[in-house]
């Protein structure tokens, strides 16, 4: 590949992953089967557009299969949204160069739910945090945090560098976590990542949960994996008879004893609820979003909104990926919503909308209520006073626009 033998787009593509290998310390690549990737305008700009196209001319073709990660514009909603169309344009021209390049554009940050599960010990490039941290603990799959680049370059190549999490001595746990708390909503779990995500920022500390009186749902550890990636920059967590690699405490410790032993109570789950500040008290945007929401999640929703509305002046948005949407369109769960008044917006996340701080500016969004500990944490650089709330508070405060 170096020499050039599979032509030039694969030659810069290895060389881009030398580059990276030897920074990380690797000492050879490892096959790869899927890479996930994030391909869109808001994040990438004119630039990553230019590079996009020179790829396409140098005959870039994905060499296993690829899917995308949730982008910036509906474009059924773009134009109410108030988003710019000229980059709405280049979002159209990106998404084709992706598909002329064999990328399957799923535009999705839940693909472990929706498209592809990876089984234990398959390694995967993965480039959206949520999607790795899931793939690490859930399937006992092996990715890192693959840049945009380096996600590309995977695709390409078919492998990548063979470091952090494709090593055993980084999927030991590091510490432990006692659940004494009932997390029975999602918004829970995503607290509960944010409690231990934010005590420990670093990509190499690996949780091991123990002790929960129940069996946690894929939504469940969904909430938790991104929450302990946004807050503490995580890359895996063990969950002690849940997780593949988690037998026992011991089998996830790998043998060593834990630098910290934690205990997580209800009254520690209710303290991060009351440390959001409810700003001007203004209740006229709730999102779900941050991640997408699973098909479950959409119907759990519509069973909550059945018979209620947005009142007029505020907006709920809801976000998922195209075939979830069009599952809960024949199931009935989607009309549910859009009577209710609930805009669904397809294979986008509401964080990285196009244009999103002159659209808070134009609606005079000060205040933004989800149930969504990630999405919280994340979207504070437009400038929105977040809260998090259980999933049946952000419906009241939906329909209400009381906020408590």
């Given at each position: 590949m ?9 030659r810069?593509?290895?060389?881009y ?10 000492r ?30 140098l005959?870039a ?15 059924a ?14 979002e159209?021209?990106?998404?084709a160069?992706?598909?002329a ?7 999705t940050?839940i693909?472990y739910q ?16 949520g ?9 006992g799959?092996?990715?890192n ?7 590309l ?12 999490f ?20 999602l ?7 944010k409690?231990?995500?934010?005590a ?13 009186r129940?069996?946690p749902?894929a ?18 967590f ?24 934690l205990?997580?109570?209800?009254s520690?789950?209710?303290?991060v ?8 008290r ?31 002046g505020s907006s ?21 919503l ?5 805009t ?20 005079g ?6 149930n ?11 400038r929105?006073?977040t ?18």
């Open positions: 170096l020499a050039g033998a599979r032509g030039e787009a694969v810069r593509a290895i060389a992953q030398i580059e990276v290998g030897d920074f990380c310390g690797a050879r690549f490892v096959p790869v089967t899927n890479v996930h990737m994030m391909g869109d305008i808001e994040v990438m700009g004119d630039g990553g557009l230019e590079f996009l196209r020179e790829e396409l001319r005959g073709r994905c060499a296993v299969s690829t899917t995308t990660n949730a982008r910036c514009i509906d474009f909603h773009c134009r109410r949204l108030g988003q710019d169309q000229t980059e709405a344009g280049k159209m021209e990106l998404i160069c992706l598909q390049m064999d990328v399957i554009t799923t535009d940050c693909n929706t498209v592809y599960q990876p089984h234990l010990g398959e390694r995967v490039a993965w480039g959206d945090t999607t790795v941290i899931y793939a690490n603990s859930v399937f799959a092996r990715s945090f693959e840049s945009g680049p380096a996600a370059a995977a695709a390409l190549t078919g492998r990548t560098p063979e470091y952090g494709h090593l055993d001595e980084h999927r030991r746990g590091g510490f432990t976590v006692r659940l004494d708390a009932a997390l029975d909503d918004a829970d779990w995503g607290a509960l990542g409690l231990v995500g934010e420990h920022q670093s990509y190499y500390a690996v949780p091991v949960f123990h002790g929960y129940g069996t749902t939504d469940a550890l969904k909430h938790l994996g991104a929450a302990l990636a946004s807050y503490g920059s995580m890359g895996m063990h969950f002690v008879g849940v997780t593949p690699e988690a037998a026992s405490v011991e089998v996830a410790m790998g043998g060593r004893a834990p630098m910290e032993s205990v997580i109570s209800d520690d789950i209710e303290s609820y009351a440390a959001y500040g409810l700003g001007d203004d209740a006229r945007l709730v999102v779900f979003s941050g991640p997408q929401q699973s098909l479950l999640e959409m119907k759990y929703l519509a069973e909550l909104f059945a018979g209620r509305h947005v009142p007029a709920c948005f809801v976000t998922t990926n195209g075939g979830v949407l069009a599952q809960a369109r024949r199931l009935g769960y989607a009309r549910t859009e009577e209710a008044g609930v669904l917006l397809q294979g986008v996340c509401f964080y990285i909308l196009q244009n999103l701080s002159p659209i808070r500016v134009a609606n969004w000060s205040n933004m209520v989800s969504s500990a990630k999405i919280v944490n994340i979207i504070g650089a437009h929105f006073n809260i998090l709330r259980r999933t049946a508070e952000c419906v009241d405060i939906a329909c209400t626009g009381v906020l408590r």
